[in-house]
């Protein structure tokens, strides 16, 4: 069957209901509760929005998540602004949220009934954990706003109440990232890197709306002000406004001021106790002198000369009977002098023997280096014979005797000892060792046998033809 509608591929159609539906709905404010919410590693928030009729994915990018001024968490009733688009993978439609923020103060009184039942469930409001502040610190950190009337108020009535060190750490007070600036000075107080330690911490901040003060009720704020080991005072708007932070705080003053208050007394007051303390101390130490004074009268006490003048007598009296020091002294001086005497008279005996031994032992060392002396010539001239006698032996044994008697010593050019006529050749050069030394030599031929001599009467006369061997 024939037809004039157009085709359309999956993606042309996807697409095209993906313009469609942004076109349409480009812009909207959507109101409804948050469902399932996950932040994924990219920083990206997926979200559903819903309420008790239908549900809405809906996704927001990391850069729009660092500008939020609160965290998506599930159970919120929100108001989020937005563009509808599609998304052509899943054949869905979601909400790309720009802008969100609580649906009016009973959300955000709702949200922080929640983390006010969470916190109070793990103890973070116990009493017994919170810390008493320091009488007299010598050194305060304020974390607030450097700018404003917070802290020049705070410095202010430190100041009038009694001067001390303050170390402001600047922060936002009001705003999506105020929250993790407040907890990382918290935390870097403790931590004191390259400054003195407080010893107490006020964070404060001036008067305004709930969402103003949001940022006090953040999770992080809260936790870092329970970790925190310096004692911490909350001064957080007004009287009447309640914070997370007032709850976990070891303090909770009800202004700026009231926290400047509670950190330090008042020098004056002090200084004035201190010198009423040391008059009443003065006049009670003068009073009791003095009624001891008058109890030392009335016993009617001698005189000390009085008291004394027996015992000066007593010494006298005995100084005229005791015989002179030197006629005490003077036996044991005899006897000092014998002992000496006698010990002197050992010592000498004692040398003269040690003299006498000594001498003995020497004469007895003399023989014996003489006996050594003895023993040790009669061993050299033992050695030597023998030693003689080694030497005509090896003279002996040695070829160079033979060479004396006219033999003679035949090697070839390597140096090697010829023995035998088998191992020479004709025109081979050979080496004679004589006993005075060598000379070269030539084999000119194989050597004819020489003739046996005949033996001959001593009156036989020489054959004629018989030739000389030399």
């Not at 705070?154 to 750490?169: E, Y």
Request: with cysteine.
């Amino acid at each position: 069957m024939t037809t004039n509608t157009p085709e359309y591929s999956v993606s042309e159609l996807a697409n095209s209901l993906k313009r469609t539906v942004e076109d349409t709905y480009g812009h909207v404010r959507v109101r409804g509760e948050l469902g399932r919410t996950t932040i994924a590693k990219s920083g990206h928030c997926y979200l559903d929005i819903k309420d008790d009729r239908a549900v809405i994915n809906s996704i927001i990018w990391k850069g729009v998540m660092n500008r939020l001024s609160m965290r998506p968490e599930e159970g919120m009733e929100v108001i989020c602004e937005g563009k509808l688009s599609t998304y052509p993978g899943r054949s869905n439609y979601q909400l790309i949220i720009d802008k969100m923020e609580l649906a009016g103060a009973g959300a955000l009184m709702a949200l922080f009934e929640k983390r006010k039942k969470m916190l109070e469930t793990e103890g973070l409001f116990s009493p017994d954990r919170k810390v008493e502040l320091p009488f007299l610190p010598k050194t305060i950190g304020v974390v607030t706003s450097p700018t404003g009337s917070v802290i020049r108020d705070i410095l202010h009535r430190i100041t009038d109440r009694f001067p001390s060190h303050v170390l402001v750490w600047p922060v936002l007070v009001q705003g999506d990232k105020a929250a993790e600036q407040i907890a990382e000075a918290i935390n870097g107080f403790n931590t004191a890197d390259g400054f003195p330690r407080p010893d107490v911490l006020i964070v404060a901040r001036g008067g305004g709306s709930m969402e103003d003060l949001w940022c006090f009720n953040e999770e992080v704020v809260a936790r870092a002000a329970a970790n925190s080991k310096i004692p911490l005072i909350s001064a957080v708007g007004h009287e009447t406004d309640w914070t997370l932070i007032d709850f976990v705080a070891d303090y909770r003053a009800p202004t700026p001021t009231g926290a400047a208050e509670v950190a330090v007394p008042v020098r004056a007051d002090w200084v004035e106790t201190v010198e009423d303390y040391g008059l009443r101390l003065l006049r009670a130490l003068r009073r009791t002198t003095s009624e001891r004074a008058t109890t030392l009268r009335a016993a009617r006490l001698p005189r000390i000369d009085a008291v004394l003048a027996p015992a000066r007598q007593r010494l006298d009296s005995a100084r005229a009977t005791l015989p002179p020091i030197s006629r005490l002294l003077e036996p044991k001086q005899n006897r000092l002098t014998r002992q000496g005497q006698a010990l002197h008279s050992a010592m000498r005996f004692t040398k003269q023997r040690q003299l006498t031994k000594l001498s003995s032992q020497s004469e007895t060392l003399i023989r014996h280096g003489r006996n050594a002396e003895t023993a040790l010539k009669r061993q050299l001239e033992t050695q030597s014979r023998r030693l003689d006698r080694a030497g005509k032996l090896l003279d002996a044994y040695s070829y160079q005797g033979v060479l004396d008697r006219g033999y003679a010593l035949v090697r070839d050019a390597d140096g090697k000892v010829i023995r035998s006529k088998s191992a020479t050749t004709s025109g081979q050069g050979v080496s004679l060792t004589f006993t005075d030394g060598d000379v070269g030599a030539v084999i000119a031929g194989t050597a004819k046998p020489t003739p046996k001599l005949k033996r001959k009467s001593a009156t036989q006369t020489p054959d004629k033809k018989q030739t000389s061997l030399f």
